[in-house]
């Protein structure tokens, strides 16, 4: 017998004991590794996403300072729209300027420049997101500003009060010594 027949007939044995299987390939997932910030893709993009959320809050604000700073040096399609998704979920990212109020904007001109009807979807769902977010920072903002006044004038009132509970109490001491007067003059008969 020869060694070949030997390993061939143990290769079919083996073949044999697994079974009828049928081996189904799973579509690969995309691994997301690092951001391509040139890249104008909805696979992209989403990972973008979870990669920020990955990230810890010091870690994530510095990202979108340095995207922010990279898209100021070189403004690409791909950076602006990074940039964007980054601005949605880092305060105080950018010092002087609203966030929002920027990716909103970022995102308006980006719409206009896309071609692919998923990743328009996917950035006009992302402009509704930072719309309502902004929205509601704004009503945030006026409230606060309300309440501050209201806290303003509850605090002069109760300046005013404590000055009228001191006249209040002058008076009484006033008529409280008049009183006396009046019943001291009585006493000695004083008409």
Same mark, same amino acid.
């Given at each position: 017998?020869?060694?070949?027949?030997?390993?061939?007939?143990?290769?079919?044995?083996?073949?044999?004991?697994?079974?009828?299987?049928?081996?189904?390939?799973?579509?690969?997932?995309?691994?997301?590794?690092?951001?391509?910030?040139?890249?104008?893709?909805?696979?992209? =993009?989403?990972?973008? +996403?979870?990669? &920020?959320?990955?990230?810890?809050? /010091?870690?994530?604000? #510095? @990202?979108? $300072?340095?995207?922010?700073?990279?898209?100021?040096?070189?403004?690409?399609?791909?950076?602006? =729209?990074?940039?964007? +998704?980054?601005? &949605?979920?880092?305060?105080?990212? /950018?010092?002087?300027? #609203? @966030?929002? $109020?920027?990716?909103?904007?970022?995102?308006?001109?980006?719409?206009?420049?896309?071609?692919?009807?998923?990743?328009?979807?996917?950035?006009?769902?992302?402009?509704?997101?930072?719309?309502?977010?902004?929205?509601? $920072?704004?009503?945030?903002?006026?409230?606060?500003?309300?309440?501050?006044?209201?806290?303003?004038?509850?605090?002069?009132?109760?300046?005013?009060?404590?000055?009228?509970?001191?006249?209040?109490?002058?008076?009484?001491?006033?008529?409280?010594?008049?009183?006396?007067?009046?019943?001291?003059?009585?006493?000695?008969?004083?008409?």
């Amino acid at each position: 017998m020869k060694p070949w027949f030997g390993i061939g007939l143990l290769c079919l044995i083996l073949a044999g004991c697994g079974g009828s299987r049928t081996v189904t390939a799973e579509a690969p997932r995309p691994q997301f590794q690092e951001p391509d910030y040139e890249a104008v893709t909805l696979t992209e =993009l989403s990972g973008y +996403l979870g990669y &920020l959320a990955g990230l810890p809050p /010091l870690q994530r604000r #510095d @990202e979108c $300072r340095w995207l922010h700073d990279f898209v100021t040096e070189a403004p690409s399609l791909g950076g602006r =729209l990074h940039l964007a +998704l980054a601005l &949605l979920v880092t305060p105080d990212c /950018l010092a002087e300027q #609203d @966030e929002l $109020r920027v990716a909103l904007e970022l995102l308006d001109e980006a719409g206009k420049q896309v071609r692919p009807a998923d990743l328009r979807a996917f950035l006009a769902y992302q402009r509704l997101i930072a719309q309502r977010l902004f929205s509601s $920072r704004r009503h945030e903002r006026e409230w606060s500003r309300k309440l501050a006044r209201l806290r303003r004038y509850c605090r002069q009132q109760g300046q005013r009060l404590q000055r009228c509970q001191t006249t209040l109490s002058q008076c009484q001491s006033k008529l409280e010594a008049l009183k006396a007067l009046e019943k001291s003059l009585n006493h000695h008969g004083v008409p």
